[in-house]
T-cell receptor
Framework: KQEVTQIPAALSVPEGENLVLNCSFTDSAIYNLQWFRQDPGKGLTSLLLIQSSQREQTSGRLNASLDKSSGRSTLYIAASQPGDSATYLCAVGSSNTGKLIFGQGTTLQVKP | EAGVAQSPRYKIIEKRQSVAFWCNPISGHATLYWYQQILGQGPKLLIQFQNNGVVDDSQLPKDRFSAERLKGVDSTLKIQPAKLEDSAVYLC????????????FGPGTRLTVL
């Protein structure tokens, strides 16, 4: 059974700092891995999707890496801004049906 | 392009009552998902539809939860009777189809069971 874990559960950093969010999964036989952002009272927004054959994806100040053999992914946020404050969720896709297994999330606060 | 719509946004009921949630996916999206997100946890898949057929309902508590997708478009999720532990945000998501991986999420319905 696939299990997804995110550490830390919460993180507070000053504006401008570079930071890394961690995600680990127990079964390396994955289809893809996605990072989502969730703002309070809102749904999830997809940030980056990494296919199982890829090692990383980049979008603006965000970079996500995938190491299937070690069961890990990281989300790197460069030059953090107060607007980046949100909960970040990692989700593993186990097949092409789109079924996702989520971690519990990391709540990020970026202080001005 | 309109996003995934859900209603109501908030619902408060007493235990043993029944409740229903509605979801309208993005037009043309064949796949529809219902997730349950308990406070402090990640979303957990309850049921997945492909058009109007069920693909996966392995984590749906079928003794109290039911869902349908009328004509392969809108969907309703019902809880009858509700328990205290059903308090959560219920998220609906849709996806264009197999091989197109991005899921688009609605704002969710926050259910409080007293």
């Amino acid at each position: 059974k696939q299990e997804v874990t995110q550490i830390p559960a919460a993180l507070s950093v000053p504006e401008g700092e570079n930071l890394v969010l961690n995600c680990s999964f127990t079964d390396s036989a994955i289809y893809n891995l996605q990072w989502f952002r969730q703002d309070p009272g809102k749904g999830l927004t997809s940030l980056l999707l990494i296919q199982s054959s890829q090692r990383e994806q980049t979008s603006g100040r965000l970079n996500a890496s995938l190491d299937k053999s070690s069961g890990r992914s990281t989300l790197y946020i460069a030059a953090s801004q107060p607007g980046d404050s949100a909960t970040y969720l990692c989700a593993v896709g186990s097949s092409n049906t789109g079924k996702l297994i989520f971690g519990q999330g990391t709540t990020l606060q970026v202080k001005p | 392009e309109a996003g995934v719509a859900q209603s109501p946004r908030y619902k408060i009921i007493e235990k043993r009552q029944s409740v229903a949630f509605w979801c309208n996916p993005i037009s043309g999206h064949a796949t529809l998902y219902w997730y349950q997100q308990i406070l402090g946890q990640g979303p957990k898949l309850l049921i997945q539809f492909q058009n109007n057929g069920v693909v996966d309902d392995s984590q749906l508590p079928k003794d109290r939860f039911s869902a349908e997708r009328l004509k392969g478009v809108d969907s309703t999720l019902k809880i009858q009777p509700a328990k205290l532990e059903d308090s959560a945000v219920y998220l609906c998501a849709s996806r264009l189809g197999q091989g197109i991986d991005t899921q688009y999420f609605g704002p969710g319905t926050r259910l409080t069971v007293l």
